[in-house]
T-cell receptor
Framework: DARVTQTPRHKVTEMGQEVTMRCQPILGHNTVFWYRQTMMQGLELLAY????????DSGMPKDRFSAEMPDATLATLKIQPSEPRDSAVYFC?????????????FGNGTRLTVT | RKEVEQDPGPFNVPEGATVAFNCTYSNSASQSFFWYRQDCRKEPKLLMS???SGNEDGRFTAQLNRASQYISLLIRDSKLSDSATYLC?????????????FGAGTRLTVKP
């Protein structure tokens, strides 16, 4: 059963530190998404890649967040420097472009706590 | 006003009850629709797609009303294991899945 894999599952860090989250999309999927979920805001789209190219990162605070996809099997989301308000669960999801009815498949998330 | 709105609940129902959730969307250009289920501290998982003619999967029935711009999810004979948050998802892009909009979720608790 193919799954999206995210690491780490949990991360606790101090304000000002760099945080890197990783995601391995499902093999063959050509779209990758980063979402952030908090109790107050629900699921927010941060960035979107298609065929490894970043297409939309309008939901991401550009001054501290960056998303990359160095190869088809790895997507990264980096926060530098981290702040307490970044505490949330970060989900990666993958899917198939060209199939509007194709759902997204989520990884199990990285629970980030910034103190 | 949010693009996808759901009643946050919580819905507390006894085992065996039938429960229905509605979700409204504001963009009439929306193309595809889904229900996801999210358990506490877990990732969202696809429950079912929603087709124009309505569709059923076991105890779950999904309906789409384009004229009124809402989708619904009906759960019959509810089980304890149905307790979760149900997310309504609307995709505005016919050819791509990059414009998915998530509702805030409806929380369901099924009690013995």
């Amino acid at each position: 059963d193919a799954r999206v894999t995210q690491t780490p599952r949990h991360k606790v860090t101090e304000m000002g530190q760099e945080v890197t989250m990783r995601c391995q999309p499902i093999l063959g999927h050509n779209t990758v998404f980063w979402y952030r979920q908090t109790m107050m805001q629900g699921l927010e789209l941060l960035a979107y890649f298609r065929n490894r190219a970043p297409l939309d990162d309008s939901g991401m605070p550009k001054d501290r967040f960056s998303a990359e996809m160095p190869d088809a099997t790895l997507a990264t989301l980096k926060i530098q420097p981290s702040e307490p308000r970044d505490s949330a669960v970060y989900f990666c999801a993958s899917g198939l472009q060209g199939m509007g009815n194709s759902p997204l498949h989520f990884g199990n998330g990285t629970r980030l706590t910034v103190t | 006003r949010k693009e996808v709105e759901q009643d946050p609940g919580p819905f507390n129902v006894p085992e065996g009850a039938t429960v229905a959730f509605n979700c409204t969307y504001s963009n009439s250009a929306s193309q595809s629709f889904f229900w996801y289920r999210q358990d506490c501290r877990k990732e969202p998982k696809l429950l079912m797609s929603v087709y124009s003619s309505g569709n059923e999967d076991g105890r779950f029935t999904a309906q789409l009303n384009r004229a009124s711009q809402y989708i619904s999810l009906l759960i019959r004979d509810s089980k304890l294991s149905d307790s979760a948050t149900y997310l309504c998802v609307v995709n505005r892009d016919l050819y791509n899945n990059n414009d998915m909009r998530f509702g805030a979720g409806t929380r369901l608790t099924v009690k013995p």
